[in-house]
């Protein structure tokens, strides 16, 4: 491992920073997160990646909505963190995300953390476009 890689650090998110800097970038808005965490993943003093969770019912499930700019976040330590955050502190059977079903470096990265398609919907999305809903088991995490 590089110390590039080494030196990405996970933070709390103080103040809403992180929360905005990820709905900004996915160009979503903040009106439709309800009770919310976010953490951030910062590398030389950077932000470049924060994930929130969100629509958590503790013992059952919590959706992930996550944006980066950089793959020097995804680290196992980090990736450890962030399912760690789902089944240990939520106690969380699943996680489930949803992305466009055209955003194949999305579902490539899912796919190999161990999401599983679970539903397509149909110009569900803003720009009309279909989108994907998949989700992770616990018993099935990597991590």
Not at 48 to 71: A, F, M, N, Q, S
Request: with cysteine.
């Amino acid at each position: 491992m590089s110390r590039e890689t080494a030196s990405c650090k996970v933070v709390a998110d103080i103040g809403g920073v992180v929360t905005r800097w990820v709905c900004a970038g996915l160009n979503i808005g903040l009106d439709w997160l309800g009770p919310h965490q976010t953490i951030g993943f910062v590398q030389n003093d950077r932000l470049i990646g924060g994930l929130i969770y969100h629509d958590c019912r503790p013992g059952r499930d919590v959706w992930w909505t996550l944006y980066t700019t950089d793959k020097r976040w995804c680290t196992r330590k980090n990736l450890r963190f962030m399912f760690s955050v789902a089944f240990d502190y939520y106690h969380c059977r699943r996680i489930s995300i949803m992305t466009a079903a055209d955003n194949v470096r999305c579902l490539k990265l899912a796919f190999r953390l161990g999401f599983e398609t679970e539903g397509r919907l149909r110009g569900y999305g803003d720009d009309g476009k279909d989108v994907v809903i998949m989700g992770l088991l616990k018993e099935n995490t990597k991590f």
